[in-house]
């Protein structure tokens, strides 16, 4: 399975932005997919995930409530839509993919920039 994510950019605080994150390959088999980021000097952070068959998503706790992750029909793109910026949200964010609800993502894409200025 591959990967691409893009849609980071810069910002202003109160702003949004929505990433996409297109999967090639296998992706028939993947279980779900999901969203992280990593600020610099912080560890990466959970964001968002949804599964690949029933749609069942899942938040981070600092996102609930302004970040929304979805897929298209065809189950080849995710998104997340990110509204209410914080400086705090400024990071690279990553999508990534996994075969199993017991696995580890093992699958990641290269990461896109986003920038949230106050």
């Known amino acids: 399975v591959q990967l691409q994510a893009s849609g980071g950019g810069l910002v202003q605080a109160g702003g949004s932005l929505r990433l996409s994150c297109a999967a090639s390959?296998?992706?028939?088999?993947?279980?779900?997919m999901g969203w992280f980021r990593q600020a610099p000097a912080k560890e990466r952070e959970f964001v968002a995930s949804?599964?690949?068959?029933?749609?069942?998503?899942y938040y981070g706790n600092s996102m609930k409530g302004r970040f929304t992750i979805s897929r298209d029909d065809a189950k080849t793109t995710v998104y997340l839509q990110m509204n209410s910026l914080k400086p705090e949200d400024t990071a690279i964010y990553y999508c990534?993919?996994?075969?199993?609800?017991?696995?580890?993502?093992?699958?990641w894409g290269q990461g896109t920039l986003v920038t949230v200025s106050s």
């Open positions: 390959g296998r992706t028939s088999s993947m279980f779900s």
């Open positions: 949804i599964n690949w068959s029933g749609g069942n998503t």
């Open positions: 990534a993919a996994r075969a199993s609800f017991s696995s580890s993502y093992e699958y």
